[in-house]
């Protein structure tokens, strides 16, 4: 049997909470490749750390913990890199984490995008804030993203049919991505 992949999930909201949209629409991704592939999964939650991260002006200030995050996301052989939209783009503190990063760190690392917002009026996030700043580092950033909002959503599960298609089709394209050996699926028709 071959390895694990080491999958790496960047929750990118600086507050907890164990009703998070973004963790559960992070989870919902993380069974979907479950399906599909043999994973090691990592959390690395921005709310922990994010009060210390803002301390910091330089990767050489952060704390042990965030160092370690920051070796966790740049040791991913698939990223998920996820956060909620304020304001129209993703948490300033999340684009913080995000610049310590080293420049070639995620060179052709395979990253799934996600994120939550309060309507479908933020849904280009994905398009227009998170696939640029992947893009800049160089990173293979997965062309099916996946946005939600609190409609889709019924207590801790996915509550959308057309989200949960949408998940499962990111989750086959990664995978497809990820074991290029492997047979491919025939391609799906998206809205």
């Known amino acids: 049997m071959s390895s694990a992949l080491n999958v790496v999930a960047l929750i990118g909201s600086p507050t907890s909470s164990a009703n998070s949209r973004t963790l559960l629409l992070v989870r919902h991704l993380l069974e979907a490749l479950k399906q599909r592939l043999h994973i090691d999964v990592h959390l690395v939650e921005l709310a922990p750390i994010a009060r210390s991260l803002g301390q910091a002006l330089a990767r050489d200030e952060v704390e042990p913990r965030i160092e370690q995050a920051l070796l966790r996301i740049e040791a991913a052989d698939l990223l998920i890199a996820a956060a909620p939209v304020y304001r129209g783009s993703y948490p300033g503190l999340f684009?913080?984490?995000?610049?310590?990063?080293?420049?070639?760190?995620?060179?052709?690392?395979p990253v799934l995008l996600a994120a939550t917002g309060g309507?479908?009026?933020?849904?280009?996030v994905i398009d227009h804030q998170l696939r640029p700043l992947f893009s800049?580092?160089?990173?293979?950033?997965?062309?099916?993203?996946?946005?939600?909002t609190?409609?889709?959503f019924e207590g801790d599960r996915v509550d959308n049919a057309a989200l949960l298609a949408r998940i499962d089709l990111?989750?086959?394209?990664?995978?497809?991505?990820?074991?290029?050996?492997?047979?491919?699926?025939?391609?799906?028709?998206?809205?």
């Not at 800049?136 to 993203?145: E, K, R, Y």
């Open 95 to 109: 684009k913080h984490l995000i610049d310590f990063i080293g420049l070639e760190a995620l060179v052709d690392t």
């Open 119 to 124: 309507s479908e009026r933020h849904a280009l």
């Open 136 to 148: 800049f580092l160089q990173a293979h950033t997965l062309p099916i993203g996946v946005y939600a």
């Open 150 to 152: 609190p409609a889709d």
């Open 170 to 191: 990111a989750a086959a394209r990664a995978a497809g991505h990820l074991l290029p050996a492997a047979v491919p699926a025939p391609l799906r028709r998206i809205a």
